[in-house]
């Protein structure tokens, strides 16, 4: 199945800063997205700066990555914007600081109106299920998407 580059509807927006997904914060995790069928998927290269325990990916980090990529499910997959109001998240065995990348994958299952679930997953280099998530998320109308957030389109790229 073909991967295709999703575009970033923030860059270039005075104030983004977003620590999950923008590129010019310094301190962030600079997370890039793609749709791949249903889903929506990163690829992400861990360091040890976010360790928790030696050589460990940091708990809280693995959590950013899951939110993030379920906050971009909802944008592309429903063209909606909004904000995560619940977020469970199951730590199945450790990621290493030191491998060379980690996969992330994001999925809609159920909408209800404004109420969005959404299932995450990360995996280590060897394909393993280490982290899972099911984020809940209250999306906002289209007029209060745009008004607030800057929200149009989030589209793929050419």
């Not at 971009?72 to 997959?77: F, L, P, S």
């Not at 995450?120 to 280099?125: D, G, H, Q, S």
Request: proline share 4%; net charge negative.
């Amino acid at each position: 199945m073909e991967k295709k580059k999703i575009k970033n509807p923030w860059l270039n927006r005075e104030g983004y800063y977003c620590f999950g997904c923008a590129p010019t914060n310094p301190y962030g995790v600079k997370m890039e997205f793609y749709e791949e069928g249903g889903k929506v998927v990163s690829r992400w290269t861990p360091r040890a700066e976010y360790q928790g325990w030696i050589n460990t990916l940091h708990g809280g980090i693995q959590a950013v990555l899951l939110d993030e990529i379920c906050a971009w499910a909802v944008m592309r997959k429903l063209q909606r914007a909004g904000v995560t109001s619940k977020m469970e998240t199951q730590y199945k065995r450790p990621i290493s600081t030191n491998d060379e990348y980690i996969n992330l994958e994001a999925e809609v299952i159920e909408q209800r109106r404004n109420i969005v679930v959404i299932e995450a997953c990360i995996y280590n280099k060897d394909g393993e299920l280490c982290t899972k998530a099911q984020c809940t998320y209250f999306t906002f109308s289209p007029e209060k998407a745009r008004e607030e957030m800057g929200f149009e389109t989030c589209e793929l790229e050419d």
